[in-house]
């Protein structure tokens, strides 16, 4: 089995701490070579992150890599939170440029990914493994595919050691960017992010914000199943599954799954690709 990782969002209420303790402690037994938390921008979420990342640590004994935005922070909270990250004892982190929430009148002092890995690089050297986002199916807000390769180049170039992929259930999309990348003398390895489908609905409203592609097969299948709810999490379990295995085959360096919190849906799609 290749290397796999969760990614999790933080919990603001004692009942979503339950639930994450009860995800964390039903995946451990796969063997995360980490797992991640998510990072609310403006703040919402500020202090619920260094507080999930401790408690995935502490009480699960997990490595917990947090997310870092330069939405809505300025460079002396960034370094602050660095600081923090070095002290709990983490060694890896996920950094993203983060989308603006609606009201919000400033992006912070960082306006793009690659500034705040050169500003990270700049403050803590080569203390933590970096990890940035990629985009096979094209970051929503790029202007074209040439754009957006160019954009991952620049957070390469500003010292990132690996990327992580937005969703896709489309693997030849995954694997012309990688060849893209690789033609672009880029060698960092590229982890597909998988999102288990278990909620139809609101797997549509994710991809129609974050610009992934539904095909139009699978959504014609789930679409026809209506209210049965066994039958769209079945399929979904082996659309997702087939696509692991594939991507598996074709040399992916490990697999990253989008968990929303939620064991049962990415203890499925791994019970079959095992």
């Not at 303790?21 to 703040?43: M, N, R």
């Not at 609606?102 to 990890?131: C, K, P, Q, W």
């Not at 985009?135 to 390769?149: G, I, V």
């Not at 709810?229 to 992916?252: M, P, Q």
């Amino acid at each position: 089995m290749l290397p796999i990782s969760f990614e999790f969002y933080p919990p603001k209420t004692d009942e979503q701490r339950g639930q994450l303790d009860k995800t964390a402690l039903k995946l451990k037994p796969y063997a995360p070579s980490y797992v991640s938390c998510t990072f609310g921008a403006g703040g919402s979420t500020l202090n619920y992150t260094p507080e999930t990342i401790r408690r995935l640590r502490a009480k699960h004994k997990l490595d917990a890599a947090p997310h870092l935005s330069c939405v809505g922070g300025t460079r002396a909270e960034i370094r602050e939170l660095l600081q923090l990250y070095r002290e709990i004892g983490c060694k890896r982190l996920v950094t993203l440029r983060g989308d603006l929430p609606s009201g919000m009148a400033s992006a912070g002092d960082l306006r793009y990914a690659n500034e705040l890995v050169e500003f990270i690089r700049a403050e803590t050297g080569d203390h933590f493994h970096i990890e940035v986002a990629a985009y096979p199916e094209t970051h929503p807000q790029a202007r074209d595919a040439h754009s957006d390769l160019e954009n991952f180049k620049r957070k390469v170039r500003a010292g990132a050691n690996g990327a992580i992929t937005q969703y896709f259930y489309n693997a030849d999309a995954y694997f012309r960017f990688v060849d893209d990348v690789r033609a672009a003398g880029i060698d960092i390895p590229i982890v597909p992010g998988i999102m288990p489908i278990s909620n139809f609905s609101q797997l549509r409203r994710f991809s129609d914000l974050c610009g992934a592609e539904i095909p139009r097969w699978v959504a014609q299948r789930m679409q026809a199943y209506g209210d049965d709810v066994d039958s769209i999490r079945e399929f979904g379990a082996d659309v997702v599954a087939r696509l692991c295995s594939r991507l598996i085959e074709g040399g992916a360096p490990g697999l990253h799954f989008y968990t929303l919190n939620l064991s049962k849906p990415t203890l499925t799609v791994l019970s079959r690709i095992a």
